[in-house]
């Protein structure tokens, strides 16, 4: 006898065995039990979920001998038949290969002759959003009003190529992907009833890589037994999808964890040699790290049967959860940026030196080693020209910032506000901010500018905070920063960088209209010089 495939051998025959879907079963049953039964299904849902099992489930217990029930009894003609594939009255359709008008006419015109064999006649169309926008439109009238002896099931992977007019006169039912843990437990179950010998932890690899098909699965778990000759165990799946062992992996973080950047080249030397994908390991580092993150913020979830569960803690334990989160965002990005390095090996290796250079522990060192570093200042006062009239001001309060330190003199240039808004580590509007204000006083404690009227808007938060925190570590002591509206006395660092820019351009165009050759062109040819065009050379 020829081997049938497990996908085949291990279908299931009735909504009991049917692995997940629980929402669509639920449905089906109490409809079919209390006999209130549409003319139209359609099924949605990617490959390997189902449709078509339930589908055929769901015409043995229309067909079934003993009557229209949710549990079909297996054992008649009608639903051996159907199991068989050979029921005259069950109609199963491929519409990607009957697409036309035509086929679709010829199908719908047996449809108002009586059923051969069964109670019903059932049509299973199979991927139906491939059929033509005519094919749709002549089946409508029919899949609306059918005979009452006839049912439709559609099933599809896409369905937002079904026209409204179609979804409009079906019930609807989307089937998920299932979880790793329910088709992993169903391959446990079918391996013990064919008594092959397996590890639970290829069975969980073979699970994650069907990507919610049970089909897939199947697929895979066929495959996985003929490489590891009649059984299926850790090793040889790995080697056959290509995983990356979990070992190495734990291995990138433990050379995090203690900052040895050669062990993370040996880890990616290691993957290079034995040819693994790059792009798997870090799809798999990505998993780790998630489970870390779980493990971290909630130890209880960690499963106490699990193999790996000292090393999990252990790594919860010695990062943040601020640097798994920041990890878990490098891994993803190297992934992506694959495609874009010079080759993957390359790409991958600049990741984990990625993950080794931003390898602080906690948000706070983050954040210290960003901080620009502060020049060195001491106090002094700086009085600008005679206060004008009193004018509406903002008056942002003080920052925490270090306890003072030992200052040298201050430089006296330094008391001018336009270098010192140059030595500013700022950017965006609380740059802006800055350019535009003139020093009016500045203090031990305290500094006092002035913006124009016309930009009163820059005051906007948090442009304000952010700015007298860059003056208090640029001078390193606390100062109050204190901003009045009005028209500045003096030139502000704005006004000052407009008038140079308007001084070169002048200067330009100055230079071009007395070029000899512009000259003679213009005079000879008749033409003007548009000044716009005129750029200065920096």
């Known amino acids: 006898m020829s081997y049938q495939v497990l996908a085949r051998k291990w279908r299931p025959r009735n909504f009991s065995t049917l692995v997940g879907q629980e929402h669509v079963v639920r449905a089906l049953t109490h409809a079919l039990s209390e006999q209130r039964l549409h003319h139209a299904y359609l099924f949605t849902g990617t490959r390997g979920v189902g ?6 489930i769901l015409a043995k217990s229309l067909n079934c001998e003993t009557g229209i029930t949710a549990t079909p009894c297996g054992n008649c003609s009608a639903c051996q038949e159907i199991d068989a594939g050979r029921f005259v009255d069950l109609l199963e359709v491929d519409a990607a290969t009957n697409t036309r008008v035509d086929e ?59 026209p409204v007019t179609v979804l409009s006169r079906c019930l ?49 778990l ?10 299926v165990d850790e090793t040889q799946v790995r080697a056959m999808l290509g995983n990356v ?30 040819s693994l994908s790059f792009s798997v390991a870090l799809q798999e580092l990505a998993g780790l790290l ?9 130890p209880n979830a960690v499963d106490d049967e699990d193999p790996e569960r000292e090393r999990l803690l252990s790594l919860a334990a010695a990062f943040s959860p601020e640097f798994v989160q920041l990890a878990y965002q490098i891994v993803n990005l ?104 003139e020093l009016r006083d500045l203090g031990e404690g305290h500094c006092l500018l002035r913006l124009p009227t016309r930009v009163g808007h820059l005051q906007m938060k948090p442009s304000p905070e952010k700015l007298q925190q860059a003056l208090s570590e640029h001078f390193r002591r606390q100062l109050v920063l204190k901003i009045e509206v009005g028209d500045p006395s003096t030139e502000t660092p704005a006004a000052a960088a407009g008038r140079q820019r308007q001084e070169r351009q002048s200067l ?26 005129i750029k200065p050379i920096d």
């Open 51 to 56: 449709k078509t099992t339930i589908a055929r």
């Open 104 to 162: 679709m006419r010829q199908l719908l015109e047996n449809a108002v002759y009586a059923p051969t064999r069964g109670r019903f006649k059932v049509y299973v169309i199979d991927e139906v959003h491939m059929l033509s926008t005519s094919a749709f439109n002549a089946m409508l009238k029919t899949l609306e009003e059918p005979p009452e002896h006839v049912k439709f099931i559609l099933a599809t992977t896409d369905p937002q190529k079904i």
């Open 172 to 220: 609807q039912f989307n089937l998920k992907q299932m979880p790793p843990v329910s088709i992993s437990g169903h391959l446990a179950h079918i391996l013990q009833a064919e008594g092959i010998p397996f590890e639970a932890a290829a069975l969980a690899l073979i699970a994650r890589s069907a990507g919610g098909s049970m089909r897939d699965s199947l697929s895979l």
């Open 222 to 231: 066929d495959q996985a037994i003929a490489h590891g000759a009649g059984k």
């Open 245 to 274: 062992d979990q070992d190495h992996l734990f291995s990138i973080l433990e050379a995090l964890r203690d900052a040895d950047a050669p062990a993370l080249l040996h880890v990616a030397t290691t993957l290079a040699v034995r």
């Open 290 to 298: 998630t489970r870390i993150q779980v493990a971290q913020c909630v």
């Open 334 to 437: 190297g992934r992506a940026e694959l495609a874009l390095a010079p080759d993957e090996h390359a790409g991958f290796l600049m990741t984990l030196m990625r993950l080794h250079a931003f390898r602080p522990r906690t948000v706070g060192d983050v954040l210290e080693s960003a901080r620009p570093l502060s020049r060195p200042a001491a106090p002094v006062a700086v009085r600008a020209p005679a206060a004008l009239a009193p004018v509406p001001s903002a008056v942002i309060p003080p920052p925490t910032v270090a306890a003072p330190v030992e200052r040298p003199a201050l430089d006296a240039t330094l008391s001018d506000w336009h270098q010192i808004v140059a030595a500013l580590p700022l950017s965006g509007l609380a740059r802006e901010l800055a350019i535009n204000c």
């Open 508 to 533: 330009a165009v100055d230079a071009i209209e007395s070029d000899l050759f512009v000259r003679e062109a213009i005079d000879t040819l008749g033409a003007s010089i548009v000044e716009s065009s």
